[in-house]
């Protein structure tokens, strides 16, 4: 079994930063692209940006500038820094990944369990 586990969400004020982490375990072989979602209420899961093995990214218009993604192949993580939030940046937040695992077949999506992030003052 292979899961996402996200950390880093919570409550900012507007103008403020904060900085996502999602660490992938278990039979992992290899990661390829990883990407970061968000769902805010009543709207639809929309991608806000995803990174390569080979450390290409791209970003949702509505974040560039504003939010950069990375990640640590040797520790399976990637992180979203999110900065100058605002109020529309609310959402739950997600990690997927498309991981290989050890007992072998292709590279299958996997499905974070979400963090919350609340921008408000």
């Known amino acids: 079994q292979v899961q996402l586990v996200e950390s880093g969400g919570g409550l900012v004020q507007p103008g403020g930063s904060l900085r996502l982490s999602c660490a992938a375990s278990?039979?992992?072989?290899?990661?390829?692209?990883m990407y970061w979602y968000r769902q805010a209420p009543g709207k639809e899961r929309e991608l806000v940006a995803f990174?390569?093995?080979?450390?290409?990214?791209n970003y949702a218009e509505s974040v560039k500038g504003r939010f950069t993604i990375s990640r640590d192949n040797a520790k399976n993580t990637v992180y979203l820094q999110m900065s100058n939030l605002k109020p529309e940046d609310t959402a739950v937040y997600y990690c997927?990944?498309?991981?290989?695992?050890?007992?072998?077949?292709?590279?299958?999506?996997?499905w974070g369990q979400g963090t919350l992030v609340t921008v408000s003052s």
């Open positions: 997927y990944a498309l991981i290989a695992t050890m007992t072998g077949g292709n590279y299958r999506g996997v």
């Open positions: 278990g039979s992992i072989f290899s990661i390829n692209t």
């Open positions: 990174i390569t093995t080979g450390g290409s990214t």
